[in-house]
């Protein structure tokens, strides 16, 4: 039997993104990582409802050079000891490297349902960035758009749902099911 996943983008739907002109970042140090107000509420109640939790993330910095990965690493190491997170998966190339990984593109929600034996069609992707909505319609999973008016295009495939925050997104999930 294969399981229902709720995959979620990391800077901006776990933690607070760096917001420059319009744009988010993600946090440079463990330092600067700080978890946004009621994640830890919104993952356990899907977790109670029996949802595996995957983050997928880009962290193309690492490719650019801006950023070392074993950083990257100490903050997913500190998300999988406080949240109730399965896994993560990441995405350290830049858009030049033409990998599978990068969203749009579903490689790494491909990988999470294979590796997890899960039911893409039953899972959610929830993101704060047109990259996310697109990964997750590629894959086949129903989205949710966390909108915070960044100044960047929007997601070309309409989300099944736009919400404010990760809680109202687990919301509005567990009233599908």
Not at 31 to 50: C, K, Q, T
Request: glycine share 6%; hydrophobic share 35%.
């Amino acid at each position: 039997m294969k399981s229902r996943a709720v995959f979620l983008d990391r800077d901006g739907v776990i933690n607070q993104p760096v917001v420059r002109e319009g744009k988010p970042y993600s946090p440079s140090s463990t330092e600067g990582f700080e978890i946004i107000s009621g994640v830890p509420e919104a993952l356990r109640m899907l977790r109670d409802a029996g949802f595996l939790l995957v983050c997928v993330t880009n962290q193309p910095d690492v490719a650019r050079g801006i950023q070392q990965r074993e950083e990257v690493e100490r903050m997913h190491k500190m998300l999988i000891s406080t949240l109730p997170l399965d896994d993560i998966l990441s995405c350290y190339h830049d858009n030049r490297d033409n990998c599978h990984c990068r969203k749009p593109l579903p490689g790494m929600l491909m990988d999470a349902a294979q590796k997890w034996s899960i039911s893409l069609p039953e899972s959610f992707m929830i993101g704060d960035r047109w990259r996310d909505i697109e990964a997750g319609s590629n894959a086949g999973c129903s989205t949710l758009f966390i909108e915070y008016g960044y100044s960047e295009q929007k997601p070309k495939s309409p989300p099944d749902m736009t919400v404010l925050s990760l809680l109202e997104a687990a919301k509005w999930i567990l009233k599908q099911i």
